[in-house]
């Protein structure tokens, strides 16, 4: 598959972007995703937005050297679990180690794991976000309270795991993950033609052809309509 990725500050923060994405193959079958918003009302959200993303490359590179020398065959939703637990493992260590708040811990989490040889996947929804699984796109709004991730770091994570929904992927055509920032496009101009950012970025495949393309939408979208994103915005797309 595919992998397209755009990450921008938004129109709303002057200093820093809150969000970060992360993705990486375990082996060329496996592939894993996932896009991170930090807590604005939280204490330098910008750093456990980002230091999920450092955390969950760490555990990724892990398992793709023990797969290289002993292959094993693992669902995505269990492989979802195992990637979990051990996220959760190593954000305790380091909260214990420098001291955090919790405060100093909010972020959301979209994370995604893609199995391109069963043609299936898994997903994790923490807080706010939105997904788009082969043109069907899900909003996942929380009215501004969402249920961060360091919420629940204290928590037993089997206790934790049993609450949180996974959300099957049966087809790998076209699956994206995105920040609660793509609900968020104001007008910084008038523009003579009407667009939804939303179905122009997670749906429609036009410039699919380049790298680039996810940048390139984005540059369309504020030269030729005038629209910016006005929070920050971490989009992951995949296409097969």
């Known amino acids: 598959m595919k992998i397209y990725t755009t990450l921008q500050k938004g129109e709303y923060h002057l200093l820093h972007c809150e969000d970060y994405l992360f993705f990486d193959k375990i082996n060329p079958d ?56 051990q996220l959760f493992n190593e954000l305790n260590i380091i909260r214990n180690q420098l001291q955090l708040e919790r405060n100093e811990l909010l972020t959301t989490l979209l994370l995604l794991v893609a199995d391109t040889k069963q043609d299936k996947g898994a997903i994790l929804v923490i807080g706010d976000g939105v997904i788009s699984i082969n043109g069907t796109t899900t909003i996942f709004d929380q009215e501004n309270k969402p249920d961060y991730l360091g919420y629940h770091l204290s928590e037993n994570f089997d206790t934790w795991w049993e609450r949180q929904q996974c959300i099957p992927v049966d087809a790998l055509q076209d699956i994206s993950l995105s920040t609660d920032g793509i609900t968020s496009f104001i007008n910084l101009q008038p523009s003579s033609e009407t667009i ?28 030729q309509h005038g629209m ?12 097969r």
């Open 30 to 85: 496996t592939i894993v995703c996932a896009v991170m918003d930090g807590c604005t009302m939280g204490t330098d959200s910008y750093f456990v937005s980002t230091l999920t993303g450092k955390i969950l490359r760490k555990i990724i590179k892990a398992k793709s050297y023990a797969d290289f020398y002993m292959p094993t065959a693992t669902s995505p939703s269990l492989l979802l679990n195992d990637i979990m637990h």
């Open 196 to 223: 939804d950012p939303m179905q122009f970025l997670l749906v429609d495949h036009a410039r699919s052809e380049t790298d680039e393309m996810l940048n390139m939408k984005l540059k369309n979208l504020e030269h």
């Open 228 to 239: 910016k994103s006005g929070d920050d915005l971490a989009v992951i797309r995949l296409i």
